[in-house]
């Protein structure tokens, strides 16, 4: 009785695109990359997912006017032109699925969709939280489908080989999963971050750095510094709302007296 | 393998009924509101839905005699008159789902119905805890599918912008998620409540006014007043019932000694 | 992908038989009764469901003869005779579903069988508990589908009316509940306990002086002395097995280190 | 909407095997000693398994050469010869499922895959825990799903009469029950283990030289010796890993700030 469904709004014609998976999670790395390229790249959004294993709940609209938003993931897509070697489908969210299991049934229906346009690679993004805070630059890490994948990644001084992570939970790890049984190949780029800050602007724009030189697309690092500014507001807001709410079934129907 | 049904007892016929949804919540203030709507404009039932998300169990009839009760959601229907300007659909329960996913499924089961009456606009009721008692006359907040439905609640004074509201958690929530789906339009009204004492009658009289501002109906303050007190006894009686019960599978089973 | 099956040993011919339910539940009041009544009347075993919804594990037999068994619900019948005004079908097993949606599907299938066999009436077992150890004899409270078989039972002293039970979980409850909407009637017979003995002798006494007066079998008290005393000794290992256990997926995920 | 799936490389042709499941449980036992049979006897994969029951993440392949690495059952193969009386099939994986529902899904396509092959005896291998260490050797517990098979390990000073164990969790006890539904016999042979130890190498040489004795395969204990040697390493990395992941759905979410 779960379902989970894609609303396209539009068709776009698309060549060969590379999908780029930004959603929720560690030091929202992944999201913050991809919504600074849907900004900057100034994408178009083509297509929804909506879920049942997202939280049974909605948003009010984080400008305050009233409106209701629906949780959902969401597909853009920019075409490729003179600084972007490749057409790109861009996935953001507000969330990711909250049942283990819906992590692959969503999984799924990303990577048909990608299929559908005709996509050969997905990057999946994501942090790598070391648990100190740290003075170094912070590296990107890597993980791939292929053998041949981790070597053009390497180029882009991407750490492939003893890294430290040990396993990818989630969207980022799933849809690697899914999309090499699918004959796509993928890497998932993981900025190294401390995991204290809510957000952290020198992780993401490693891995934006990593993502410029691999598309040809050039960084606006004012903007970049002005987003993540107004990203870490909006995240110290969210850490407030989520404590006692994502805590699974019981406390939910504690919190709101389900049983009358 | 799970299950959700709607069992019609009747089939009234019905002009463009407004729904008003009030499960139990947050200060059960949407259930209060709704079960106060039924007595006063003499409602009646007309059909029931019944669903294996709800939990596992039946109720002794409050009124003790012997008879056992399903949990179960009730539709009840009033037709306009001379101080009723719309015809109306009631939804009221004793429970909402208690598993996440649960609440699409009921949720869509509901749509469902206000779909088949010709139901064009949904109002989900129930409460904001502010977590402090406070003198002042509680708010009644808003949240809205669209601009224009928020324009003609902010006439009854609703509190619709700038809210400290983040989200909407359950039923009243997902309705209006999945009614804007189905070409409703749909609002939220939220008394504003301590969310110390179990009932609010303050706070259901304040929802109750704008209900009465918008639909046209009396309010009989002296039958608000003494149901008020019946059902903060009724509710402080359920606060004690569910200790220990509903909280999730592994209590469950260790209370009952499942594994002989 | 969940199941439950039922697998059918004998297909005996019934009328109109009485189903009498006695899974494991607070203080084993209705296994003990049921298994008791088995044991008694000379049932023989003509049937069996399995079902996903039991825990995922097999139990080593009791008499540690190195065999395996399966968890299972069984039923049992006997047909009417000298001292038996009805056929029965006797329901025992080793657990209920530790899964909330299990206890709808697996009652389903209960029902179904019930409803196969042409029985009009389910009677219920299990235990209340009252946390206090008493001096008096147990009562043993009632619940029922109608108010016709709530007067032919207090008959035999069962307590329907003011009783302080507020809802019946599980099985008992589940099965009264489906019962009433297949158009049978039904009663649950609930033996005072004080919850804090691992069994109840007395308490099981008490239910099956109700069952005996309305069934017409007579008593052998000696043997029902005997079952008591070796049941507990059961019960007790089976407390110390249970701890641990059926904890949730998590603890047994842990416990078992399935994620290698 | 979950998905279970079995994929097949090879087709090989197999007489009668046997099938030996070594699945990640207690005290790495059943794991241990599957992987050294696959490794000693040079057996060759044919299938795996894939699971929306599994873990919703991927792993880091252990050789850190940057690859991910699916979480999976994997089926392999071995033909009688000299030293060994039956063809083998043999299962061994990174985790067993993680919802209690999953391990009865799993379970059937394992014993279909069996079944295809023509098995007509499944072998499923386990840790049984003390809680405390020991000077003397380990004991080798068995269960089984008859009497014949029973008296046949017994011959292997395999302990079933009288052992300590109530219960069989998870794989090794539901490939029993299931095996048996499809008239297999099978027998579950446990190593005794304090579990307080990551591995226990003494355990796993015990139910080694059962299987040896059956089966007829030597022994070669220097590779024995340094396989649990490098196993135990591995193990201290997992248990690492392990903690604070595989601890539910809300933990995972909070983890992964999956609300955005």
Redesign the interface.
Known sequence: ????AVYFSKKPKLTSPVMIEG??????IG?NVVDYLIDELKAEKFGEI?S??F??????NPE?????E??KNEFYYVKKGKNLKNDLILLT?????????G???IGRKIIEVAHSYGTKRIITLGGFSTGALSEKDPKVF??????KI?KEFEKYNVV????P??????AS??L??IA?RHNMDGV?LMGETSGILSSDPKSTEGVINVLSSYIGFKINLEKLDKRAKEMDKIIK??EK??KG??????Q?????????
């Open positions: 009785m779960s379902s989970t959603l929720p999670g560690i030091g929202y999201k909506l049942s294993y939280p049974p709940l909605v948003l009010m305050k006017n009233g409106l209701i629906e949780l969210g507000d969330t990711q699925s909250i049942d283990m299991q992590h692959f049934v890597g993980a791939g489908t292929d053998e981790i492939f080989k003893k890294s992570i040990g396993q990818i939970i989630g790890g799933i690697l999963s090499k998932c807001k969210l709302v989520k709410m994502v805590s699974g079934k019981t939910t129907s504690e919190q709101l007296g389900y049983i009358g």
